[in-house]
T-cell receptor
Framework: AQTVTQSQPEMSVQEAETVTLSCTYD???????LFWYKQPPSRQMILVIR??????QNATENRFSVNFQKAAKSFSLKISDSQLGDTAMYFC?????????????FGQGTRLTINP | GAVVSQHPSRVICKSGTSVKIECRSL??????MFWYRQFPKQSLMLMAT?????????EQGVEKDKFLINHASLTLSTLTVTSAHPEDSSFYIC????????????FGQGTRLTVV
């Protein structure tokens, strides 16, 4: 079974600072996807960034980038120039195709607060 | 992007009654939908995978007779919580898979169920 661990329950930084959220996972699979989702107070899950395991290059999306270390099974999220709107719960998720459908396993989440 | 609509967003029901939650894909056909449960300040836990035209696949520990899932069309899956009890109070979220974009799950807005 796959497990995802986020060791930082809460983090807080000042606006414009850079923050890194950590995530580790455990799997015996070789082909999978990794995701970071954001859940603001509205509770709507929003995809922040995704990484295909077969790609060595780290994914980037504007201010968001990941550090994917496949051998170490680590998948951290870096948010640069943090903004007040980045305040939310962030979930790391592992995606694996099972019978044609991609099942997601989520970490426990990190509550990120951006202070003005 | 693909839109998934979940209804109702909030529902309060009495103990012993049943409540139905709908999950609709508005602009794509979803052969597979997923139902998650999220307790306060916790992560999303997959309850079941719903496949159009066939029986849902439940995760270990989820009572299939309590949480009835129906996926009768390519755009609608329903979750019925039967004989609800206060411990069923939770936030329920659905997600849908859009086959051309398999690597991304699209989430509904969630339903907050309170059983009194």
């Amino acid at each position: 079974a796959q497990t995802v661990t986020q060791s930082q329950p809460e983090m807080s930084v000042q606006e414009a600072e850079t923050v890194t959220l950590s995530c580790t996972y455990d799997t015996s699979e070789n082909n999978y996807y990794l995701f970071w989702y954001k859940q603001p107070p509205s509770r709507q899950m929003i995809l922040v960034i995704r990484q295909e395991a077969y790609k060595q290059q780290n994914a980037t999306e504007n201010r968001f980038s990941v550090n994917f270390q496949k051998a170490a099974k680590s998948f951290s999220l870096k948010i640069s120039d943090s903004q007040l709107g980045d305040t939310a719960m962030y979930f790391c998720a592992f995606g694996l195709f099972v019978q044609g459908a991609q099942k997601l396993v989520f970490g426990q989440g990190t509550r990120l607060t951006i202070n003005p | 992007g693909a839109v998934v609509s979940q209804h109702p967003s909030r529902v309060i029901c009495k103990s012993g009654t049943s409540v139905k939650i709908e999950c609709r894909s508005l602009d794509f056909q979803a052969t597979t939908m997923f139902w998650y449960r999220q307790f306060p300040k916790q992560s999303l836990m997959l309850m079941a995978t719903s496949n159009e035209g066939s029986k849902a696949t439940y995760e270990q520990g989820v009572e299939k007779d309590k949480f009835l899932i129906n996926h009768a069309s390519l755009t609608l899956s329903t979750l019925t919580v039967t004989s609800a009890h206060p411990e069923d109070s939770s936030f329920y979220i659905c997600s849908a898979r859009d086959p051309p974009r398999d690597t991304e799950a699209f989430f509904g807005q969630g339903t907050r169920l309170t059983v009194v």
